[in-house]
Nanobody, 126 residues
Framework: VQLQASGGGLVQSGGSLRLSCVAS????????IAWFRQAPGKEREAVSC????????DYADYAKGRFTISRDNAKNAVYLQMNRLRPEDTAVYYC????????????????????WGQGTQVTVSS
Protein backbone atom coordinates (compact mmCIF):
# COMPACT_ATOMS: atom_id res chain seq x y z
CA VAL A 1 0.00 0.00 0.00
CA GLN A 2 1.58 3.23 -1.09
CA LEU A 3 1.02 6.81 -2.15
CA GLN A 4 3.81 8.19 -4.28
CA ALA A 5 4.11 11.88 -5.07
CA SER A 6 6.21 13.04 -7.98
CA GLY A 7 6.65 15.92 -10.38
CA GLY A 8 8.51 18.35 -8.19
CA GLY A 9 11.57 20.22 -9.27
CA LEU A 10 13.28 23.57 -9.58
CA VAL A 11 11.36 26.30 -11.36
CA GLN A 12 11.63 30.05 -11.66
CA SER A 13 9.12 32.36 -10.07
CA GLY A 14 6.04 32.54 -12.25
CA GLY A 15 6.59 29.07 -13.62
CA SER A 16 4.45 25.95 -13.41
CA LEU A 17 4.69 22.39 -12.18
CA ARG A 18 2.30 19.48 -12.21
CA LEU A 19 2.49 17.14 -9.27
CA SER A 20 1.18 13.60 -9.41
CA CYS A 21 0.07 11.34 -6.58
CA VAL A 22 -0.24 7.71 -7.62
CA ALA A 23 -1.68 5.00 -5.40
CA SER A 24 -0.68 1.38 -5.39
CA UNK A 25 -2.12 -1.47 -3.39
CA UNK A 26 -5.53 0.11 -2.85
CA UNK A 27 -8.31 1.71 -4.83
CA UNK A 28 -7.87 5.45 -4.92
CA UNK A 29 -11.46 5.86 -6.13
CA UNK A 30 -12.75 5.27 -2.59
CA UNK A 31 -10.76 8.09 -1.04
CA UNK A 32 -10.64 11.82 -0.96
CA ILE A 33 -7.04 12.92 -1.48
CA ALA A 34 -5.38 15.93 0.05
CA TRP A 35 -2.17 17.71 -0.78
CA PHE A 36 -0.06 19.15 2.00
CA ARG A 37 3.25 20.95 2.02
CA GLN A 38 6.00 21.55 4.52
CA ALA A 39 8.62 24.23 4.18
CA PRO A 40 11.88 24.10 6.16
CA GLY A 41 11.29 25.11 9.74
CA LYS A 42 7.53 25.27 9.31
CA GLU A 43 4.64 22.99 10.13
CA ARG A 44 2.91 20.94 7.50
CA GLU A 45 -0.01 22.84 5.99
CA ALA A 46 -2.94 21.88 3.82
CA VAL A 47 -2.85 22.90 0.17
CA SER A 48 -5.84 21.34 -1.55
CA CYS A 49 -8.22 18.41 -1.43
CA UNK A 50 -10.52 16.57 -3.82
CA UNK A 51 -13.40 14.27 -2.95
CA UNK A 52 -13.39 10.66 -4.07
CA UNK A 53 -15.91 11.23 -6.87
CA UNK A 54 -14.44 14.55 -8.00
CA UNK A 55 -17.62 16.38 -6.98
CA UNK A 56 -15.92 18.82 -4.63
CA UNK A 57 -12.56 20.46 -4.17
CA ASP A 58 -10.99 22.71 -1.61
CA TYR A 59 -8.04 25.08 -1.71
CA ALA A 60 -6.01 27.01 0.80
CA ASP A 61 -6.35 30.74 0.29
CA TYR A 62 -2.82 31.04 -1.11
CA ALA A 63 -3.59 28.32 -3.67
CA LYS A 64 -6.87 29.70 -4.99
CA GLY A 65 -6.61 30.90 -8.55
CA ARG A 66 -3.13 29.43 -9.01
CA PHE A 67 -3.44 25.71 -8.21
CA THR A 68 -5.87 23.17 -9.63
CA ILE A 69 -6.46 19.73 -8.20
CA SER A 70 -7.85 16.92 -10.35
CA ARG A 71 -8.02 13.17 -10.38
CA ASP A 72 -8.17 10.22 -12.74
CA ASN A 73 -9.52 7.26 -10.84
CA ALA A 74 -8.91 4.97 -13.80
CA LYS A 75 -5.20 5.72 -13.40
CA ASN A 76 -5.35 5.67 -9.60
CA ALA A 77 -3.90 9.17 -9.63
CA VAL A 78 -4.51 12.68 -8.34
CA TYR A 79 -2.80 15.73 -9.77
CA LEU A 80 -1.95 19.21 -8.59
CA GLN A 81 -1.34 21.75 -11.33
CA MET A 82 0.55 24.68 -9.87
CA ASN A 83 0.82 27.88 -11.89
CA ARG A 84 2.33 31.28 -11.17
CA LEU A 85 4.61 29.75 -8.58
CA ARG A 86 6.22 31.97 -5.98
CA PRO A 87 9.37 31.50 -3.90
CA GLU A 88 7.16 31.04 -0.85
CA ASP A 89 5.69 27.92 -2.48
CA THR A 90 9.02 26.20 -1.94
CA ALA A 91 8.36 23.12 0.17
CA VAL A 92 8.10 19.36 0.16
CA TYR A 93 4.67 18.45 -1.13
CA TYR A 94 2.86 15.36 0.14
CA CYS A 95 -0.38 13.68 -0.78
CA UNK A 96 -2.41 11.98 1.91
CA UNK A 97 -5.68 10.34 2.80
CA UNK A 98 -7.40 8.53 5.68
CA UNK A 99 -6.21 5.11 4.62
CA UNK A 100 -5.35 3.85 8.12
CA UNK A 101 -8.74 4.60 9.60
CA UNK A 102 -11.25 4.00 6.83
CA UNK A 103 -11.98 1.56 4.04
CA UNK A 104 -13.76 4.40 2.29
CA UNK A 105 -13.33 8.13 2.86
CA UNK A 106 -15.18 10.12 0.24
CA UNK A 107 -15.20 13.68 1.55
CA UNK A 108 -12.36 16.07 2.28
CA UNK A 109 -11.34 16.56 5.87
CA UNK A 110 -7.75 17.66 6.32
CA UNK A 111 -7.81 16.69 9.99
CA UNK A 112 -8.77 13.14 9.10
CA UNK A 113 -5.70 12.43 7.00
CA UNK A 114 -3.62 9.75 8.67
CA UNK A 115 -1.47 8.45 5.85
CA TRP A 116 0.98 10.42 3.73
CA GLY A 117 3.07 9.23 0.88
CA GLN A 118 6.65 10.15 0.24
CA GLY A 119 6.88 13.79 -0.71
CA THR A 120 8.28 15.61 -3.70
CA GLN A 121 10.44 18.71 -3.43
CA VAL A 122 9.30 21.91 -5.09
CA THR A 123 11.80 24.75 -5.24
CA VAL A 124 10.88 28.11 -6.71
CA SER A 125 13.71 30.53 -7.39
CA SER A 126 13.22 34.27 -7.44
Amino acid sequence: VQLQASGGGLVQSGGSLRLSCVASGFGLEFYAIAWFRQAPGKEREAVSCISSDDSSTDYADYAKGRFTISRDNAKNAVYLQMNRLRPEDTAVYYCGTALRSYASWPECDYGGVDYWGQGTQVTVSS
